[in-house]
């Protein structure tokens, strides 16, 4: 019997309803993930904290991963032997390399001014999809491209007074600056994978073959007395890092975005470094400047520039998922295939 049109729109509401509950949790999610990656980094070693987070996350990812595979039922390692070379390059450069930039500027700087820098990924992800001409920018388009980077200029200096290049707090700032534009090129060679192969297939075995080389970084300076007397607080860090951030979060974006479209998620996505900066006071006690609002507002307002000249040219009319990917700001978006958006869903 079908139902009846006040019946579908109650489940349509609740659908929505849901979905953006999700949005909110996956903003509080990422933008508490910096303040509380600060905490696991006072015991541990950055590279130890990068080894330990993203075993969780292939452990969480993994689950995801099998029970869609018992849905779809398709064999386990399909996507490896169709696409191993592809699947294990991205999974290098996305958890592997640009992963030690990220870990390492989050130790050197603050957890406000990393999100805030971590927020122009879409706008590096616009620039590098340009150059290796598989999107064409608008006019509107250079204007926030141009708004933003001054906006991540004001951002990466610590100190208005001071232009020095060798302190700690700018290093971590080129360092996330370098992690956000090495994040913009893995997604723009994300998007012919994910014809192909679905986010999670994507993200799994990326995440598995990368485990080695995190292993490897991390073993020179693992401290094996810290880590049997590891406290409470750090244990939680890594386990919310890995299990949420890197693991959870993503799979309920994906979801959100099916349900919404991605104009609704990237309005509640540009909050993240908001909370991210929000946090990173409250938490760590962190000195929210007049240079982190006003680079804000330039990050910001340069994405939701490029956000419209995307909308004007019918950029939304290609199916898109967020990828399961680590540490994935709202706003870093990959074109996948019709079952690839399916699969995403039935985590």
């Known amino acids: 019997m079908l139902l009846s049109n006040s019946a579908t729109s109650w489940i349509k509401a609740q659908k929505v309803g849901r979905a953006e509950g999700a949005l909110l949790l996956g903003v509080l999610i990422w933008g508490i993930n910096y303040p509380i990656l600060k905490i696991a980094l006072v015991d541990l070693h950055p590279f130890v904290v990068n080894a330990l987070r993203f075993t969780v996350a292939t452990i969480v990812v993994g689950v995801v991963y099998i ?6 039922e398709t064999p386990f390692f399909a996507p490896v032997r169709a696409h191993g070379r592809q699947i294990i390059g991205l999974g290098i450069l996305g958890y592997v390399l640009l992963q030690v930039f990220f ?15 971590a927020a122009s990924i879409p706008i590096w992800t616009a620039a590098v999809s340009r150059l290796l001409n598989i999107d064409r920018l608008g006019r509107l388009a250079w204007i926030g491209l141009a708004v933003a980077f001054s906006g991540t200029i004001v951002v990466i200096v610590p100190d208005a007074s001071s232009l020095s290049l060798v302190g700690s707090a700018m290093l971590g700032n080129v360092a996330i600056l370098v992690y956000a534009f090495l994040t913009g090129v893995h997604t723009t060679l994300n998007r012919p994978a994910l014809d192909h192969v679905s986010p999670t297939a994507l993200t799994f075995f990326g995440l598995l073959g990368s485990l080695p080389l995190l292993y490897g970084l991390a073993l020179p300076y693992v401290d094996w007395t810290a ?23 993503p799979i309920w974006w994906a979801v959100a ?5 991605l104009s609704t998620t990237g309005v ?7 909370v991210g900066l929000a946090t990173g006071a409250v938490f760590l006690g962190e000195v929210v400047t007049m240079v982190h609002l006003l680079g804000a507002a330039l990050l910001l307002g340069g994405v939701l520039i490029v956000r419209v000249d995307q909308l004007q040219r019918g950029v939304d009319s290609q199916p898109i998922v967020q990828p399961l990917h680590a540490d994935c700001p709202p706003g870093h978006l990959c074109r996948v295939s019709n079952e690839a958006n399916t699969q995403s869903n039935t985590g």
Do not use: D
């Not at 029970?67 to 779809?72: A, E, F, I, P, T």
């Open 67 to 72: 029970r869609q595979q018992r849905h779809m």
């Open 103 to 117: 870990i390492l500027g989050v130790s050197l700087t603050t957890a406000g001014t990393a999100a805030l820098l």
């Open 227 to 249: 880590i049997q007397h590891v406290s409470p607080e750090v244990l939680g860090a890594v386990l919310y890092s890995g299990s949420l951030s890197i693991g959870i979060a």
């Open 257 to 261: 975005i099916k349900e919404l479209g």
């Open 268 to 274: 509640y996505g540009n909050f993240t470094p908001i």
